[in-house]
């Protein structure tokens, strides 16, 4: 099975704190991508990233950056939380091509993020 | 832009009804995917619908897909309290290697 692991399951960070969010998969997949659910609103894509050191933004980027050093591990940076970043964030990962070959994006479990 | 809109956004049934969740989406695209999520958990992989008058079936639970319409319909059958949970469907964006998510429809079904 495909695992998706999200390093952090809840955290509590105070206002214009960095944040640092982690994401390893185990299924050597090119694809990774940071979400934001909020409620009515569905799920939000940050950035996505197609390769080790590459990196595309999202529909939400403005106060996120994201690291991807290795296949495996793909970092989202809140670089000063803000309340309004309070959320469930989101990794997923895909194999390269997904949507061509009729296959599908692995979701982690989440981190629920509160900045007070 | 695309965009996906679901609705209803909040149902809830009786077991043993049957009901319909519909996925409207705003611009051309060729693949369609359902998820469930449970509270507190991640997203789940229910279908992925390729094509023009794709149906797949799992247990109670069946997706269709009209490209032309741009519509997708998630259809439970005979409801079970077991099936509640928030369903979404995303849409695959041609081009980048990403989806687009609707809303989410919770789903309450009562005994």
């Known amino acids: 099975d495909v695992k998706v692991t999200q390093s952090s399951r809840y955290l509590v960070k105070r206002t214009g704190e960095k944040v640092f969010l982690e994401c390893v998969q185990d299924?050597?997949?090119?694809?990774m991508f940071w979400y934001r659910q909020d409620p009515g609103l569905g799920l939000r894509l940050i950035y996505f990233s197609y390769d080790v050191k590459m990196k595309e933004k999202g529909d939400i980027p403005e106060g996120y950056s994201v690291s991807r050093e290795k296949k495996e591990r793909f970092s989202l940076i809140l670089e000063s939380a803000s309340t309004n970043q309070t959320s469930m964030y989101l990794c997923a990962s895909s194999q390269r091509g997904f949507r061509t070959r009729g296959n599908t994006i692995y979701f982690g479990e989440g981190s629920w993020l509160t900045v007070v | 832009e695309l965009k996906v809109e679901q609705n209803p956004l909040f149902l809830s049934m009786q077991e043993g009804k049957n009901y319909t969740i519909y996925c409207n989406y705003s611009t051309t695209s060729d693949r369609l995917y359902w998820y469930r999520q449970d509270p507190g958990k991640s997203l789940e992989s229910l279908f992925v619908?390729?094509?023009?008058?794709a149906v797949k079936q799992e247990g109670r639970l069946m997706a269709s897909l009209d490209t032309k319409a741009r519509l997708s319909t998630l259809h439970i059958t005979a409801a079970v309290h077991d099936l509640s949970a928030t369903y979404f469907c995303a849409v695959g964006v041609v081009g980048p290697q990403k989806l687009v998510f609707g809303q989410g429809t919770r789903l309450t079904i009562n005994p």
């Open positions: 619908l390729l094509s023009n008058g």
């Open positions: 299924m050597d997949h090119e694809n």
